[in-house]
């Protein structure tokens, strides 16, 4: 990845915690992050941003994970897009369409190594900081 555009995830969540650990998770690795809080945004800001990848939770009011994705593969369809779930009753159709899922649950192990196999990149050394980690750890608890 060489610009900014080819380290831009768009990540879209109606819950305002996941967005700020995605974001906190994502920065310190290097990516640039874009927020939406609403399904509809998140396609409008797929429309008009340039994007490398979207992370979507499933479970939203308006649109669920799936019928993002689809919108957002219609317009955009080389844009890989992970689905983020909290159960895994995430219908097999849509888990189809979508190039990667993570349960909420693994998201702290499971997020980054995917981000980056899905874009062709080796693992930002950052990621392994102390630093980093403490402020993924400050959102999660854990």
Do not use: W
Not at 52 to 68: F, K, S
Not at 103 to 115: F, G, M, S
């Amino acid at each position: 990845m060489s610009n900014a555009a080819d380290r831009t995830i768009l990540c879209i969540d109606d819950d305002q915690g996941a967005l700020d650990y995605h974001r906190a998770l994502l920065e310190r690795s290097g990516y640039l992050v874009l927020t939406a809080s609403s399904a509809r945004r998140g396609v409008e800001v797929a429309r008009t941003c340039a994007i490398t990848m979207v992370i979507v939770d499933y479970h939203m009011p308006g649109m669920n994970g799936d019928e993002v994705a689809n919108a957002i593969k219609g317009v955009k369809p080389t844009v890989p897009v992970i689905i983020v779930s909290s159960d895994d009753e995430v219908p097999k159709a849509a888990l189809g369409r979508a190039d990667g899922f993570i349960l909420k649950d693994d998201v702290i192990n499971r997020l980054l190594p995917t981000v980056t196999s899905l874009c062709g990149a080796t693992l930002p050394a950052i990621h392994k900081s102390a630093v980093a980690m403490d402020r993924v750890q400050a959102y999660t608890g854990k």
